[in-house]
């Protein structure tokens, strides 16, 4: 049991988008104990200021812990538990499993493109019991909470994935994600994009959408096309989850490609139309650039293409695609081809599409941080003090208790995460202080692995997991959470 905490004289942004304001906040027993004003003169019967291990918080934030709603960290907290990268941003909580990409419930020796966005040979858990169980082993130092990818279903339930899944595949997959969602898992996702579920029709993802619908849980979506047909995979995510009858959260809300540059100005009056029927959000990361695995389809010759990982190359992550074709006297697609499997950052979008989404009241952050490439996209280090530094202090698209909300208790709402994203009394001690001033990302696309400055101490279920200018972890008091 962690030492009882008082959070003194901060600024309170309690995560539910309510102006800030100057308190104390007393952390016991894994949970917040109560919030007030000077409370060193108010504490609870037996507890004794000299009991009490107390921060100076003038001139600082208190906040809920932050959520990273779109990750890809599931094995990543198994394979380093005290998750540096997405500690010291503030992050009490990920979410795993997005893009149809989960590592469970699915076993094999050798995982396939775009499995392996979640590190090679990781696949172990033929259900979600033994991926909690194997969460609660590892001891993360932060929480974690599960979707199910519907292309990792399809990987357990079909041997060709170029096609629909037969009734008897259907039957399969569902009966696999009601073992997950009876093992708490929050809902499911899927990533039509990719090929590996392209040929699913609508109605494949509908009905397996039911399963997570009648257990009470979400459905998040990567859709078909963020490109020329965004329109039409935001319509088929919404009937989907309509039909269903589940929330639908839009992942990394994006147009990508000069040719659909300024398009948010079509998705989200659509996205705020859908609103009217049901209920619907996305997320978003704060860059110009994507990440995912080598494709050639993404590769136009125009935007910028950073290697992030090579097999057959590794020496050359972290290079641009232009020089390394240039090199070898070849065009851009010939050289992806040379050095796949691989991944990559695409320049893909523009920077008025990014704010317009960070900016709307229905988008939350979530990284999308790739924690096994070699030279990552900066957004697995610094996501989440970007959205402060850049768009709150820098670009002004919101208040600072917005820019909280859409990181905390927005995203526990959206996601069926019980008792945490709010600062009240009885909610788990997920918190993070940060001096408003100082917070920055330092991770950038040519030195990715920087830690962030100005996020002076997170806690994890009452416990300081982490404290600004002490590299190690302090604590990894983290647990496998269950949907509400
Ligand atoms: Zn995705
Ligand atoms: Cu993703």
């Not at 600024?11 to 988008?17: F, R």
């Not at 934030?61 to 960290?73: L, N, R």
């Given at each position: 049991?962690?030492?009882?905490?008082?959070?003194?004289?901060?600024?309170?942004?309690?995560?539910?988008g309510a102006p800030?304001?100057?308190?104390?906040?007393?952390?016991?027993?894994?949970?917040?104990?109560?919030?007030?004003?000077?409370?060193?003169?108010?504490?609870?019967?037996?507890?004794d200021?000299?009991?009490?291990q107390?921060?100076?918080?003038?001139?600082?934030?208190?906040?809920?812990?932050?959520?990273?709603?779109?990750?890809?960290?599931?094995?990543?907290?198994?394979?380093?538990?005290?998750?540096?990268?997405?500690l010291?941003q503030?992050?009490?909580?990920?979410?795993?499993?997005?893009?149809?990409?989960?590592?469970?419930?699915?076993?094999?020796?050798?995982?396939?493109?775009?499995?392996?966005?979640?590190?090679?040979?990781?696949?172990?858990?033929?259900?979600?019991?033994?991926?909690?169980?194997?969460?609660?082993?590892?001891?993360?130092?932060?929480?974690?909470?599960?979707?199910?990818?519907?292309t990792?279903?399809r990987?357990?339930?079909?041997?060709?994935?170029?096609?629909?899944?037969?009734?008897?595949?259907?039957?399969?997959?569902?009966?696999l994600?009601?073992?997950?969602m009876?093992?708490?898992?929050?809902?499911?996702?899927?990533?039509?994009?990719?090929?590996?579920?392209?040929?699913?029709?609508?109605?494949?993802?509908?009905?397996?959408?039911?399963v997570?619908?009648?257990?009470?849980?979400?459905?998040?979506?990567?859709?078909?096309?963020?490109?020329?047909?965004?329109?039409?995979?935001?319509?088929e995510?919404?009937?989907?989850?309509?039909?269903?009858?589940?929330?639908?959260?839009?992942s990394?809300?994006?147009c990508?490609?000069?040719?659909?540059?300024?398009?948010?100005?079509?998705?989200?009056?659509l996205?705020?139309?859908?609103?009217?029927?049901?209920?619907?959000?996305?997320?978003v990361?704060p860059?110009?650039?994507?990440?995912?695995?080598?494709?050639?389809d993404?590769?136009?010759?125009?935007?910028?293409?950073?290697?992030?990982?090579?097999?057959?190359h590794?020496?050359?992550?972290?290079?641009?695609?232009?020089?390394?074709?240039?090199?070898?006297?070849?065009?851009?697609?010939?050289?992806?081809?040379?050095?796949?499997?691989?991944?990559?950052?695409?320049?893909?979008?523009?920077?008025?599409d990014?704010?317009?989404?960070?900016?709307?009241?229905?988008?939350?952050?979530?990284?999308?941080?790739l924690?096994?490439d070699?030279?990552p996209?900066?957004?697995?280090?610094?996501a989440?003090?970007?959205?402060?530094?850049?768009?709150?202090?820098?670009?002004?698209?919101?208040?600072?208790?917005?820019?909280v909300?859409?990181?905390?208790?927005?995203s526990?709402?959206?996601?069926?995460?019980?008792?945490?994203?709010?600062?009240?009394?009885?909610?788990?001690a997920?918190?993070?202080?940060?001096?408003?001033?100082?917070?920055?990302?330092?991770?950038?696309?040519e030195?990715?692995?920087q830690?962030?400055?100005?996020?002076?101490?997170?806690?994890?279920?009452?416990?300081?997991a982490?404290?600004?200018?002490?590299?190690a972890?302090?604590?990894?008091?983290?647990?496998?959470?269950?949907?509400?």
């Amino acid at each position: 049991m962690s030492t009882p905490t008082l959070l003194e004289g901060g600024l309170i942004v309690d995560g539910g988008g309510a102006p800030g304001w100057p308190g104390d906040v007393l952390l016991q027993d894994g949970r917040i104990e109560r919030l007030g004003q000077r409370l060193r003169e108010h504490l609870p019967a037996g507890l004794d200021l000299a009991d009490l291990q107390v921060h100076d918080c003038r001139g600082k934030v208190i906040a809920p812990g932050f959520i990273d709603v779109h990750t890809h960290d599931d094995a990543a907290v198994l394979r380093t538990p005290e998750y540096l990268p997405k500690l010291s941003q503030g992050i009490t909580t990920v979410v795993t499993g997005n893009c149809g990409i989960s590592l469970a419930p699915y076993r094999t020796e050798r995982a396939l493109p775009p499995l392996t966005l979640l590190g090679p040979d990781a696949f172990r858990y033929a259900s979600m019991a033994a991926y909690r169980e194997a969460v609660t082993q590892a001891l993360p130092a932060l929480n974690v909470a599960a979707l199910v990818g519907h292309t990792t279903l399809r990987f357990a339930a079909m041997d060709d994935l170029a096609r629909a899944a037969t009734a008897d595949e259907r039957a399969r997959m569902a009966a696999l994600l009601q073992e997950c969602m009876d093992a708490g898992a929050l809902g499911l996702s899927s990533g039509l994009f990719y090929e590996e579920a392209f040929a699913a029709p609508s109605d494949e993802v509908t009905d397996l959408a039911r399963v997570a619908a009648r257990a009470g849980g979400v459905y998040a979506t990567h859709l078909r096309s963020e490109m020329q047909a965004i329109i039409e995979a935001l319509h088929e995510a919404g009937d989907c989850a309509f039909e269903a009858g589940l929330p639908l959260v839009i992942s990394h809300h994006k147009c990508a490609g000069p040719a659909q540059w300024g398009r948010t100005r079509e998705t989200l009056p659509l996205i705020d139309q859908l609103a009217q029927r049901q209920d619907i959000a996305m997320d978003v990361y704060p860059y110009v650039a994507g990440s995912t695995v080598l494709r050639e389809d993404l590769i136009d010759g125009v935007i910028d293409v950073l290697l992030t990982w090579s097999d057959p190359h590794p020496e050359l992550g972290g290079r641009m695609l232009a020089e390394i074709a240039a090199g070898w006297g070849v065009d851009q697609k010939a050289a992806a081809r040379r050095l796949m499997p691989g991944g990559a950052c695409y320049f893909q979008m523009q920077e008025e599409d990014v704010e317009r989404v960070i900016a709307h009241p229905r988008s939350m952050i979530g990284s999308d941080g790739l924690p096994h490439d070699r030279h990552p996209h900066p957004r697995l280090w610094g996501a989440f003090p970007r959205v402060l530094a850049r768009y709150w202090r820098g670009r002004g698209l919101f208040t600072l208790e917005q820019a909280v909300h859409k990181m905390t208790g927005l995203s526990a709402r959206q996601f069926r995460i019980a008792d945490r994203g709010l600062l009240r009394a009885g909610a788990h001690a997920d918190v993070v202080v940060f001096d408003p001033q100082r917070i920055t990302d330092m991770a950038s696309f040519e030195q990715p692995e920087q830690l962030s400055v100005g996020v002076e101490a997170v806690f994890v279920n009452g416990a300081l997991a982490y404290r600004e200018g002490q590299a190690a972890v302090l604590a990894r008091a983290g647990q496998m959470l269950s949907r509400a």
